[in-house]
């Protein structure tokens, strides 16, 4: 594909003149105002990213989202959501969305996806001349969770190669007394500064959490007082905005105290706050986010994935994001969690292919089977898992891995599997009937 192309589906002008602006004019945006249904799929081949709206209960973009993926299963499909709930952005996801946005649309974010999911963007945008813009363009290279930029920029932006992964850091003890912040945000959230554990009370520690996983992003005060006190904020606006106050003064204090950090760390600036940059930020996150950005290159390119890759992803997503919270605890996490679940899911599948490849069934559903210890959600396991035990002559496990799939979606998304696992049982089925 010569010329980048993006299309928008749904008729929402402030959201196709977003995406105009993120372009830069680099690619090429276009816009059905149509019945979803009658959407020509031959004649969008040429397309290279789809951005699908959906508002309910007027606009429904499920259906949208389902036959793009049936139809062009090889194109990222982007859903730009009124209703950005948990619920909502579970079944966008399982429907086949690569990622979720909500509206009003950010700019920011839409410049991300972008990034992440075209490479011809990236060849033809103009690059920006100056330290400031570069150091920008720089941190925007980093997107690849549509949506999500890396939290780093400079010397924040290290390659796994160079550092131990956080949590490999706090479970050896080691102190790096030059850095700056170290935070594990996969199982239990910890943070640390130049080595030393930082004590927050909990709705303290999960707003500094907010301000670092979106760093260098700035969010706006409302913004914050809305996610973290939603009630409040519906019903006394003004009373949400001091309790932002009263946390983020507790956030300064205990970073002064704890670790000598000074108190303007966290800057306020065009009624955003935003963490400053004079210190790393290194997160299992993020070295989670630089090495799955390794492997989409590796399949731009065509080339073999290396397995350390792959291993030391799995190996560095050692729980769900911040699962030390309940789901809907807050929405901002539960959105989160979904990305970074759904890029592990797709690397998991990488490696259990991998390993199937080569005829390692054995290692390929002991790997299947850490992976579903961590999430059984994760329907594209299920189906490895029936594989290998199929290439075993092991029927009762296929049979026993369908059924446990089967409750899982039941459970979970209230639904059956997918036409995909069903068809794959069946012809198990069929090939040794």
């Known amino acids: 594909m010569n010329n980048p192309k993006v299309l928008l589906c749904g008729n929402h002008d402030a959201l196709f003149q977003t995406m105009r602006l993120s372009s830069a004019a680099a690619i090429e945006v276009e816009q059905s105002t149509g019945q979803y249904d ?31 993926k049936r139809e062009s299963p090889d194109t990222p499909v982007v859903v730009a959501t009124s209703d950005y709930s948990g619920a909502t952005t579970r079944l966008l996801f399982k429907s086949g969305a690569v990622d979720v946005l909500e509206l009003p649309a950010d700019q920011d974010r839409m410049l991300a996806c972008f990034e992440a999911y075209l490479p011809q963007f990236r060849s033809k945008r103009v690059a920006p001349k100056g330290k400031h813009h570069f150091a920008t363009a720089k941190m925007l290279m980093t997107a690849v969770t549509p949506g999500m930029l890396l939290a780093g920029a400079g010397t924040a932006m290290t390659s796994p190669e160079t550092h131990l992964p956080v949590q490999h850091q706090m479970e050896q003890g080691i102190e790096d007394t030059s850095g700056g912040f170290d935070i594990s945000f996969f199982g239990n959230l910890q943070i640390r500064f130049r080595g030393r554990k930082i004590e927050l009370t909990n709705q303290a520690k999960l707003l500094f959490a907010c301000l670092a996983y979106h760093y260098p992003k700035a969010l706006s005060r409302d913004y914050l007082a809305k996610i973290f006190w939603p009630d409040k904020y519906e019903n006394a606006p003004e009373s949400a905005r001091r309790s932002l106050n009263v946390e983020l003064a507790h956030i300064r204090s205990a970073f002064q105290e704890q670790a000598g950090v000074e108190r303007d760390f966290i800057r306020f600036e065009q009624n955003a706050y935003r963490l400053q940059n004079d210190w790393q930020l290194q997160s299992d996150v993020l070295i989670f986010k630089n090495l799955y950005k390794k492997i989409q290159e590796c399949q731009r390119l065509g080339a073999a994935i290396p397995e350390d890759i792959l291993q030391e992803s799995i190996k560095i997503y050692s729980a769900n994001f911040l699962d030390d919270y309940a789901p809907d605890t807050y929405n901002w996490i539960d959105v989160e969690r979904q990305h970074l679940s759904s890029v592990f899911e797709q690397i998991a599948d990488l490696r259990s292919e991998q390993l199937c490849q080569k005829g390692n069934f054995w290692e390929a559903t002991a790997v299947c089977s850490d992976i579903l210890s961590r999430d059984f959600r994760m329907e594209a396991i299920h189906r490895r898992a029936m594989q290998c035990y199929a290439s075993l002559g092991m029927l009762h496990k296929v049979e026993m891995q369908y059924n446990l799939c089967c409750k899982m979606m039941e459970q979970e998304f209230q639904s059956r599997p997918s036409p995909e696992t069903i068809r794959l049982y069946e012809e198990i089925k069929k090939g040794n009937g």
Request: hydrophobic share 50%.
């Open 38 to 68: 009658a959407l020509h799929w031959n004649s969008l081949q040429e397309i290279g990213m789809v951005v699908v709206l959906h508002a309910p209960p007027q606009i429904d973009g499920l259906p949208v989202v389902r036959n793009w």
